[in-house]
C-alpha cells in the first residue's frame, strides 16, 4: 500500500472515524491489477476532513468530497451519503450524510464497484460484489432502472467495464438499457469518452455488440446520422470487430466504426462528438483512401501525401488490419505490396510533396507562369515524379513542362 495512504488511514484512526477505499481501486485489486488511483469514502464529514490536511481541493466539498493531496497526487475522500433523487440525470437533488456505510454502498452504481477495502486488507461487501468478481458479471446496485436514472452514463459505463474487463453484463441490467436506451441530458464529452475507452480495449468486439443489442449506440446514432442505423445496423458489429485487428490507436479504430458511412455522414458523426482536429482528419482520410493500391502509383502516393507521411504506417496497419479481418487472399497480398512499396519510398526518399521537387513556384513565373497555370503546373510536375522519380531534376522536369504545354507527349529519359 502506498505510504500516502497508510498516512490517511493512521489520520482517520487517531480522529476515530472510520476510513475505507471504495470502488474501483478495490475492485481491480481483486482483478490482480494496479488501480490507476483510489477512492475513498468515510463517516468523517468534509469540514473535518478539510482540517486535518494541510494541502486540500474542495472544489467537490458540496457533493461531499475533499480532495487531500499527498506525494503530488490526489486522493478523493467522500462522506458517507444516502439515497437521493435526481431530477437531472446526473446531480442529486440533494445529498444527504449519513454514518452507514451500507447506505453509502448501496446507492452505489455496481456491486463490483461497491466493494470496500480497511486498512488491514480487508474486503466488506454488502452488495454482492465478490461473487460478481469471481463470475465475471456487471450488475447493478439493486433496481438498474432507477441505478440508470440517477445517472443515464451508467448505461455507458456498464458496457465498457463489461468490455474492459472481461466480463458478462447481468440479464436483468441488459434489459433496463433496452427497454429504455435514451441518454437524454448526458454531455457528447462524457459519451465520447466512454466510447473512446470501448473502442481501444481487449474485448472491443464485446463492446460493440452489447452496444447495438442494447440499442444504446442507437441512441447516440438517431442523435447524428439516423438514415446510418437504420441502413447498417446489421453491419455495425463488423466495425468493431476490425477494430480488434488494429493497434490501439484512436484514429485507426475511429476509422473502423466509420467505414461503412457514407462521407458526408463521417464528416457530421466527428463533427458532433467533438473528435480533435487531428483525430477527425486521419479518420476520415484513412477511410476516404482505404482503397489505395500502390499498382496505381500516383494515386497511392497522392493517398499517403494526403494522409501524411508521418501517418503512412498507421494507415497501411489500416489496410492490413481491414485484409485480416477479411480474409481474402487477393486482398492480403495487396495490404502486403503496399507495404512493400511504402517501405521503398522511404528508403529512396522518393519526392511526396511540392517543397519536394526540383521545381518551384518562381521557377514557373520566371519562365512566364502566371496565376492558376503556375499551380496546375505543379500539380502535374508533382505526378510525373510520383510516377518517374528519378526525373526530379530541374531541367527535366522544366523540359518535360515545356514539351506537355506546347502537346508533345515523351517517356523519361533513358526510354
Not at 489520520?11 to 494496479?34: E, P, S, Y
Not at 482503397?291 to 499517403?304: C, G, H, I, N, T
Not at 513556384?361 to 519562365?367: A, E, I, Q, S, V
Not at 510525373?384 to 523519361?412: F, I, S
Request: contains cysteine.
Amino acid at each position: 500500500m502506498e505510504k500516502a495512504i497508510e498516512t490517511l488511514f493512521q489520520v482517520f484512526r487517531k480522529h476515530h472515524k472510520q476510513l475505507f477505499i471504495v470502488g474501483g481501486a478495490v475492485r481491480d485489486m481483486l482483478l490482480g491489477k494496479a488501480p490507476s488511483d483510489y477512492d475513498f469514502t468515510t463517516d468523517a464529514l468534509p469540514d473535518e476532513v478539510e482540517s486535518w490536511f494541510e494541502h486540500t481541493i474542495t472544489v467537490g466539498k458540496h457533493f461531499g468530497t475533499i480532495g487531500v493531496i499527498m506525494d503530488k497526487k490526489v486522493y478523493e475522500i467522500t462522506t458517507f451519503r444516502k439515497e437521493a433523487s435526481y431530477a437531472d440525470g446526473r446531480h442529486p437533488d440533494e445529498v444527504l450524510f449519513t454514518d452507514d456505510v451500507r447506505e453509502d454502498v448501496s446507492r452505489r452504481d455496481f456491486t463490483i464497484n461497491g466493494l470496500l477495502m480497511d486498512e488491514r486488507g480487508c474486503v466488506f461487501d454488502y452488495v454482492g460484489g465478490l461473487e460478481d468478481i469471481r463470475n465475471g458479471m456487471v450488475r447493478c446496485i439493486g433496481d438498474p432502472k432507477k441505478r440508470f436514472e440517477e445517472d443515464r452514463l451508467r448505461k455507458w459505463r456498464c458496457i465498457r467495464l463489461a468490455a474492459e474487463k472481461r466480463m458478462e453484463l447481468d440479464e436483468r441490467t441488459r434489459s433496463a438499457i433496452r427497454d429504455n436506451p435514451d441518454t437524454a441530458g448526458v454531455s457528447i464529452e462524457r459519451i465520447r469518452g466512454e466510447l473512446t475507452r470501448i473502442m481501444l480495449c481487449e474485448k472491443v468486439a464485446w463492446g460493440g455488440y452489447l452496444l447495438i443489442k442494447t440499442e444504446l449506440l442507437g441512441d447516440l446514432l438517431n442523435r447524428m446520422v439516423p438514415e446510418y442505423w437504420k441502413r447498417c445496423e446489421d453491419y455495425l458489429i463488423d466495425g468493431f470487430e476490425i477494430m480488434g485487428y488494429l493497434p490501439k490507436k484512436l484514429p485507426l479504430r475511429l476509422a473502423a466504426f466509420l467505414l461503412n458511412m457514407f462521407p458526408e455522414e463521417r464528416r457530421v458523426f466527428l463533427r458532433e462528438m467533438r473528435y480533435s482536429n487531428k483525430e477527425k482528419q486521419l479518420a476520415y482520410g484513412f477511410c476516404h483512401h482505404v482503397v489505395a493500391d500502390s499498382q496505381d502509383s500516383v494515386a497511392f502516393k497522392e493517398a499517403l501525401a494526403d494522409i501524411g507521411m508521418e501517418n503512412a504506417e498507421d494507415f497501411l496497419a489500416f489496410q492490413d488490419g481491414l485484409a485480416y479481418w477479411d480474409g481474402d487472399p487477393s486482398i492480403k497480398r495487396a495490404a502486403e505490396q503496399n507495404q512493400r512499396v511504402y517501405r521503398r519510398i522511404a528508403a529512396n526518399r522518393e519526392p511526396m510533396t511540392l517543397r519536394e521537387l526540383a521545381v518551384n513556384g518562381k521557377d514557373l513565373t520566371d519562365r512566364g507562369y502566371q496565376g492558376e497555370a503556375i499551380k496546375e503546373s505543379l500539380t502535374r510536375l508533382l505526378k510525373r515524379v510520383y510516377e518517374y522519380p528519378e526525373e526530379n531534376k530541374k531541367d527535366r522536369l522544366l523540359a518535360w513542362l515545356e514539351r506537355e504545354t506546347h502537346g508533345e507527349t515523351d517517356l523519361p529519359e533513358g526510354n
